[in-house]
């Protein structure tokens, strides 16, 4: 089964500065990688997805992420964090023959004025 | 949103007594999931179904069972709750994974239960 690993628990941001979450994942021959939200006393909602294909994805709400599968990393940026980016984060992977996704400990992004 | 519904979304009870929490989806989704959280952990794995009547265990499944007789039905029971089974539970849903368009899980609105 796939771990993940997020670096930083937790990332205190100024409104308008870039953000980035780190995300290391244990190796495997093809996995499929996740990035989720969730807002105070709400369920996760899906930023992005890497699947196949172009290293560099883009999300929801400015998001960004790049593989990088010799440093089996999966970093999340945003150029510019809002005050309602105030949320939790969760980095998540799952294995191509597998259906179960292996979540991070989360990290916690507060954006303050 | 996809429709998922997790019932109760708050419970508190007593140690020693069972607990049955419920998914309902409305999506058809093959794969059903109770992951639960809490801090510093993330979301962990208790119990997932690839179709009904099919269950297997995930990395934190001691204490709960589950059983899914109804494609859109997914129950999770504590079969006698303890003071570490309080946390905030998930269900997620899933069509598929193996690298198609529609390769993702969603989630549940959440049920927090406490046990006192």
């Known amino acids: 089964a796939q771990s993940v690993t997020q670096l930083d628990s937790q990332v205190p941001v100024f409104e308008e500065a870039p953000v980035e979450l780190r995300c290391n994942y244990s190796?495997?021959?093809?996995?499929?990688l996740f990035w989720y939200v969730q807002y105070p006393n709400q369920g996760l909602q899906l930023l992005l997805k890497?699947?196949?294909?172009?290293?560099l994805v883009k999300g929801i709400n400015g998001f960004e992420a790049e593989f990088n599968k010799s440093q089996t990393s999966f970093h999340l940026r945003k150029p510019s964090v809002h005050i309602s980016d105030t949320a939790e984060y969760f980095c998540?992977?799952?294995?191509?023959?597998?259906?179960?996704?292996?979540f991070g400990a989360g990290t916690t992004v507060t954006v303050r004025a | 949103d996809a429709g998922i519904t997790q019932s109760p979304r708050h419970k508190v009870t007593e140690t020693g007594t069972p607990v049955t929490l419920r998914c309902h989806q409305t999506?058809?989704?093959?794969?059903m999931y109770w992951y639960r959280q809490d801090p510093g952990h993330g979301l962990r794995l208790i119990h997932y179904?690839?179709?009904?009547?099919?269950?297997d265990k995930g990395e934190v499944s001691d204490g709960y069972s589950v059983s899914r007789s109804k494609t859109e039905d997914f129950l999770l029971t504590l079969e006698s709750a303890t003071s570490s089974q309080t946390s905030v539970y998930f269900c997620?849903?899933?069509?598929?994974f193996g690298g198609g368009a529609n390769t993702e899980a969603f989630f549940g609105q959440g049920t927090r239960l406490t046990v006192v």
């Open positions: 190796s495997s021959v093809s996995v499929y």
């Open positions: 890497y699947l196949s294909g172009s290293t």
């Open positions: 998540a992977v799952s294995d191509a023959n597998d259906y179960k996704l292996s």
């Open positions: 179904s690839y179709g009904v009547k099919d269950t």
């Open positions: 999506e058809n989704h093959r794969y």
């Open positions: 997620a849903i899933s069509e598929r």
